[in-house]
């Protein structure tokens, strides 16, 4: 299929090579023409600017935006909104709020325009793996772009298949969903990056007790020095805490143990606060989701270990740079 991406960093740029390299004709564009150049030279077709879409896209087209979510995403869909004619689609793979999706969908809609909310997960390792996606949008719709989803999703891979009920939809197996109405597939991965949040918590929380059972207050015979690398090697090879997240860990602390490329103020990019939104107005408790985004509000005052390993887990699935630490 022909897709145009706009919006080409940290994960925008690796979307449009992935889809090249599944055979889709890719047509891309970013303010920052350094960014656009690295993306051509995989093959893909570039324009000057979105006003240009309607006529290097053949109809119907699809435009996949790839920015931050906000005033960024509103603005460049309002633009597209202009240009784009009826059959188009616009697909949002940022991390929007679930309610601006309805927002824009009620907007687009009378142009004949359609949307979905695409939540993306895999970070700068996309391109390598894949990525989990979770749809929001229109059956038809869905449909119709499903090639362009059975793209960047990891596919079965080696991963046991879970017993599943006769008929269930083969999508999830693939790495992909479509989760509801428009709105649902951005819900879906809010609660997803809320969950994300708690679980890099505890690993940090955790390391962060092994590393200091040296302490000098400690009776002696109570006394370890704990080799935190072999820790968390070990932890990933049959242990029922393993996951990515410990593969990200293991990494960083075979890298450095005492991870002093990281100072341990852990930035929030918005969904973990809109989860617990959710959760307030579902009255559903969140213990560990709730005290894990106040976490991250501390580790700007101040750093411990843990918060060093959560900004090295960040950056190791999602290259995200820490935020400036507050005087």
């Given amino acids: 299929m022909q897709v145009c991406v706009v919006g080409l960093g940290r994960m925008g740029g690796n979307i449009a090579r992935r889809l090249m390299q599944g055979g889709h004709d890719c047509v ?50 309002d633009e597209l909104a202009a240009v784009l004619e009826p059959g188009d689609t616009v697909i949002d793979g940022g991390n929007s ?10 907007a687009l809609k009378p142009k004949g325009v359609a949307y979905l909310d695409v939540g993306t997960s895999g970070g700068v390792w ?24 059975n793209t960047l999703a990891p596919g079965a891979g080696d991963i046991p298949l879970t017993k599943r009920a006769p008929g269930a939809d083969p999508r999830a197996v693939r790495g992909y969903i479509h989760a509801g109405p428009v709105g649902a597939g951005h819900f879906v991965k809010m609660v997803h990056n809320g969950i994300e949040y708690g679980l890099m918590q505890a690993y940090a929380e955790g390391f962060d007790i092994l ?21 968390a090697e070990v932890w990933r090879r049959g242990s029922v805490i393993s996951s990515w997240l410990l593969d990200l860990t293991a990494q960083a602390l075979a890298g450095d143990e005492r991870l002093a490329g990281y100072t341990g103020a852990v930035d929030d990019s918005g969904e973990g606060r809109w989860a617990i939104d959710a959760a307030i107005e579902e009255a559903v408790p969140v213990n560990v989701l709730s005290a894990a985004l106040f ?33």
């Fill in 28 to 77: 891309v564009y970013d303010r920052d023409p350094k960014a656009v150049e690295e993306v051509v030279k995989h093959g893909a077709a570039a324009v000057g600017g979105l006003k240009d879409l309607a006529h290097a896209l053949k109809p119907p087209r699809t435009v996949w935006v790839m920015l931050p979510a906000g005033a960024p995403t509103d603005a460049t869909i």
């Fill in 97 to 106: 709020f679930y309610r601006d999706d309805i927002r824009r969908a009620a």
């Fill in 126 to 149: 996309g391109l390598e793996r894949g990525y989990c996606m979770m749809i929001g949008g229109e059956d038809a719709v869905v449909d119709r772009l499903d090639p362009i989803f």
């Fill in 211 to 231: 590393r200091k059972r040296d302490m000098a207050t400690l009776p002696e015979s109570e006394r370890y020095d704990l080799n935190l690398t072999d820790i």
């Fill in 295 to 327: 976490a991250r509000f501390r580790s700007r005052e101040a750093h411990t270990f843990g918060e060093k390993l959560l900004s090295a887990m960040r950056f190791g699935f999602g290259g995200h740079v820490e935020i400036a630490a507050k005087d």
